[in-house]
């Protein structure tokens, strides 16, 4: 299975958009487009040229704002902005104005601050008035991902009136699978299954049936936190309130899916030193911009390796095998640290990272660095004494440095995400460059330490 | 936001239950759990030690089959099998019994192959058989994902009639959002919301209102692809179907939930060179089994070093201050390989990487490697020109090599991860330790000739 391969169907289908493209058939492309999911038409544009992108976008918005609409909100979100670059303002308005407001919101949020705030001053004052309030949550929280079409009904309505409710609502929400009450200022107090309505008798109050224990988030938790709840608890949505437990809105379980997955993504990159633009912008610019960093953090880390080796010339001049065996002293324990960090980090992000057993943790990966060091260090120092049979020196501080800069290296990997975590940083960091480097500096000093050491010693 | 802390209420919760473990007192230690959700009680299990934790099984399965097995399938999947291991094989029996038949499999998944075959043994013939084909099905494929509590109706069945059906078997299904509506011969032709039952007539036919494009995928279906389709169309379920098109399960989107989660952990922890058993178990052993393999790699590979530093010894020999370069080469290139190695991975991984593009791609990241590599190139050989002015050979030496052995490691880095999946293996093991250690000999190679190329020039 290749998953980033067209199937044979979409694959026909882009060779025919192309086609109507090139030949400037605009009835035909509508015709074609009309009937497939917004979705489907959204997977189109990786494969477009630019000259074809604008011109699928420009058809799109001639023939129906809403869907067109539709359509941009499933493009890839870092895509998305470039795509609505090429649509005019007095579009961008009717496409707004043709949402419901959290799609409108996120719509709003794709577009540089300046035009949105000219868009929403465009918009009938009662969507501004809204849009406006979601526009001012960090979309990184509850109320930056919720969606503010809920069903929601007082808890006395009988269930005769709730389904006489949803049947004139019929095609306003989404994704309608609970339905959320509340009392009379508006506070959640309870929520029933859609099943529900059907199994009791239409004339039972609400609130006689309804279950009063209610998971919630407020509009400020963190999406991460509400994804974690979401997936803990197998739900479907999580209903939103604010500070007075007022209900705003609901968080549904496909934008969940979006956080999780684009969570992994940024620790994924994190860990590699670079971030999500990086992936998706096609400039050379954002491709340096975000990966100089670490680079440069890890040029600066070698010239502090390069000074130490100065600083032990004496020791490398007496014994100039010794430079050998420096990369693999630096490789073992930049491979040992990250995976330490990596676990540690992991185990952070999935919340089973339990405080009362960091102890036991920390003693378990120095185990496990002693283990794999003693055994490194006696590999190494094996051969090195079968390679070089004249030079004990070279074998037991090539041994006993790996053997001393795993543990060290372990130990520091496991340590490292807590401290960032307790620093208030991202936990993931750590398994980047950051803890490579240093452990390459730390491995290359005990190396040159021991080793001049171990010199002195036979020396004499 | 310290996610890994326990909140307040689940201290109390926790200190409460430790306490009346160690009393010994049953009673209140049932009457206690009695009030909360699996997921719940599951939670514990991480904060118990092996004592605390046996009792507590033991209190469960002694109270209720049923509702110890719901804790124990809440509990994370590695370490149910320890739990479980616990349990008498009567009781198991019963557990397995009491569940629906896709979460019977689960539990069943979580024991040795040996015990999992004795308890279907002892099950009800009607439960042993439909349990039997579960597990037939390979754990990553949609078969194995599966619930097969769907609610399915015929085709010619009125809403009325489906109603009625829906409250008389109120309480089976947990999910139940969709109806599945099938022909005689069982096969998948429609899908309806709840909701639609309530907005139309009791008297029309299912076969009227039903959608018929329903997206399905089959029972080997992997469980990524799964995952992506349930992302992609925003769904809260997808049916599974058999080559046949029959309705043979759903897979919910709770389900799909831990499989997008797990296969991040899973590419998380192969690009630090170990696993998932690493992260959960506590043995030393399993840890030290997991991370070996990419320990050995960077072993060899340090030895592969040691010997091309050996074949240049006569240019080390003259020159013994390259050797305080060898790591920041070492370091850049390996750097810069596993950020154009991530970024294409994951790129795999979300389906972003479309084939089309790969040429461009591949030219992107030249540029953006040359770039890199001529910026650390100048800023490293500056430095050296600066500490070192005695020598020119050196700082031409090492800015010239840090230059060719980044952008050589940022192809290698983009290429490996498309090499790794035409041969059908996991892209994101390009990012491991892998694409590191590659490139740390190609850097070496690179660096080492260079040198002594240059050193025989300037001594000309």
Not at 102 to 126: F, H, I, S
Not at 303 to 309: G, P, Q, R, T
């Given at each position: 299975m290749e998953p980033n391969l067209l199937t044979h169907k979409q694959q026909l289908m882009l060779d025919a958009v192309r086609k109507l493209i090139r030949r400037g058939d605009t009835t035909g492309l509508e015709r074609l487009l009309g009937k497939r999911r917004p979705v489907e038409?959204?997977?189109?544009?990786?494969?477009?040229?630019?000259?074809?992108?604008?011109?699928?976008?420009?058809?799109?918005?001639?023939?129906?704002?809403?869907?067109?609409?539709r359509v941009l909100l499933e493009v890839d979100p870092p895509v998305a902005p470039n795509l609505l670059a090429w649509v005019e303002r007095d579009d961008l308005v009717k496409m707004v104005q043709s949402l419901p407001s959290g799609d409108a919101t996120a719509l709003l949020r794709y577009l540089p601050e300046e035009t949105a705030t000219e868009v929403v001053q465009l918009l009938e004052t009662t969507v501004s008035e809204e849009v406006e309030e979601l526009l001012s949550y960090d979309p990184d929280t509850a109320g930056g991902l919720m969606s503010t079409d809920v069903f929601v009904l007082k808890e006395d309505v009988t269930i005769g009136e709730a389904i006489a409710d949803l049947q004139r609502n019929s095609d306003s929400m989404a994704m309608a699978f609970y339905l959320y009450v509340v009392n009379d200022a508006d506070q959640l107090v309870g929520v029933l299954s859609l099943r529900s309505l059907l199994t009791h008798p239409p004339e039972t109050r609400l609130k006689d049936?309804?279950?009063?224990?209610?998971?919630?988030?407020?509009?400020?938790?963190?999406?991460?936190?509400?994804?974690?709840?979401?997936?803990?608890?197998?739900l479907v949505a999580i209903p939103v309130v604010d500070d007075f437990n007022k209900l705003v809105g609901i968080v549904t379980v496909d934008d969940v899916l979006d956080v999780i997955r684009e969570e992994a993504t940024e620790d994924i990159l994190k860990m590699a030193g670079t971030d999500e633009d990086d992936m998706v912008s096609r400039?050379?610019?954002?491709?340096?911009?975000?990966r100089i960093p670490w680079i440069g953090v890890t040029l600066l880390a070698?010239?502090?390796a390069s000074e130490i080796v100065r600083a032990y010339l004496s020791t490398l001049e007496s014994l100039v095998l010794l430079a050998g065996f420096m990369p693999v002293i630096v490789g073992l324990s930049g491979n040992a640290?990250?995976?330490?960090a990596a676990l540690v980090a992991r185990g952070i992000s999935l919340d089973q990272m339990e405080a009362r057993a960091l102890t036991r943790y920390i003693l378990r990966e120095l185990?496990?660095?002693?283990?794999?060091?003693?055994?490194c260090g006696l590999a190494l120092a094996g051969f090195v004494r079968l390679r070089y049979p004249d030079t004990l020196v070279l074998g037991l501080a090539a041994g006993g440095s790996a053997t001393?800069?795993?543990?060290?290296?372990?130990?520091?990997?496991?340590?490292?995400?807590?401290?960032?975590?307790?620093?208030?940083?991202?936990?993931?960091?750590?398994?980047?460059?950051?803890?490579?480097?240093?452990?390459?500096?730390?491995?290359?000093?005990?190396y040159?330490?021991?080793?001049?050491?171990?010199?002195?010693?036979?020396?004499?």
């Amino acid at each position: 299975m290749e998953p980033n391969l067209l199937t044979h169907k979409q694959q026909l289908m882009l060779d025919a958009v192309r086609k109507l493209i090139r030949r400037g058939d605009t009835t035909g492309l509508e015709r074609l487009l009309g009937k497939r999911r917004p979705v489907e038409v959204a997977g189109l544009f990786p494969h477009l040229n630019d000259w074809e992108a604008r011109n699928l976008v420009n058809t799109l918005v001639a023939r129906d704002h809403a869907s067109a609409a539709r359509v941009l909100l499933e493009v890839d979100p870092p895509v998305a902005p470039n795509l609505l670059a090429w649509v005019e303002r007095d579009d961008l308005v009717k496409m707004v104005q043709s949402l419901p407001s959290g799609d409108a919101t996120a719509l709003l949020r794709y577009l540089p601050e300046e035009t949105a705030t000219e868009v929403v001053q465009l918009l009938e004052t009662t969507v501004s008035e809204e849009v406006e309030e979601l526009l001012s949550y960090d979309p990184d929280t509850a109320g930056g991902l919720m969606s503010t079409d809920v069903f929601v009904l007082k808890e006395d309505v009988t269930i005769g009136e709730a389904i006489a409710d949803l049947q004139r609502n019929s095609d306003s929400m989404a994704m309608a699978f609970y339905l959320y009450v509340v009392n009379d200022a508006d506070q959640l107090v309870g929520v029933l299954s859609l099943r529900s309505l059907l199994t009791h008798p239409p004339e039972t109050r609400l609130k006689d049936i309804m279950i009063t224990e209610v998971l919630r988030v407020k509009t400020y938790t963190d999406q991460e936190e509400v994804a974690q709840m979401v997936a803990k608890y197998d739900l479907v949505a999580i209903p939103v309130v604010d500070d007075f437990n007022k209900l705003v809105g609901i968080v549904t379980v496909d934008d969940v899916l979006d956080v999780i997955r684009e969570e992994a993504t940024e620790d994924i990159l994190k860990m590699a030193g670079t971030d999500e633009d990086d992936m998706v912008s096609r400039s050379m610019f954002t491709a340096v911009r975000a990966r100089i960093p670490w680079i440069g953090v890890t040029l600066l880390a070698g010239l502090v390796a390069s000074e130490i080796v100065r600083a032990y010339l004496s020791t490398l001049e007496s014994l100039v095998l010794l430079a050998g065996f420096m990369p693999v002293i630096v490789g073992l324990s930049g491979n040992a640290g990250n995976q330490s960090a990596a676990l540690v980090a992991r185990g952070i992000s999935l919340d089973q990272m339990e405080a009362r057993a960091l102890t036991r943790y920390i003693l378990r990966e120095l185990r496990v660095g002693l283990a794999l060091g003693v055994l490194c260090g006696l590999a190494l120092a094996g051969f090195v004494r079968l390679r070089y049979p004249d030079t004990l020196v070279l074998g037991l501080a090539a041994g006993g440095s790996a053997t001393i800069s795993m543990v060290a290296a372990m130990l520091f990997g496991a340590l490292s995400p807590l401290v960032l975590r307790r620093l208030h940083l991202d936990p993931n960091m750590a398994t980047g460059p950051l803890v490579s480097t240093i452990v390459d500096v730390l491995g290359i000093c005990v190396y040159f330490a021991l080793s001049s050491a171990l010199l002195e010693w036979f020396a004499e």
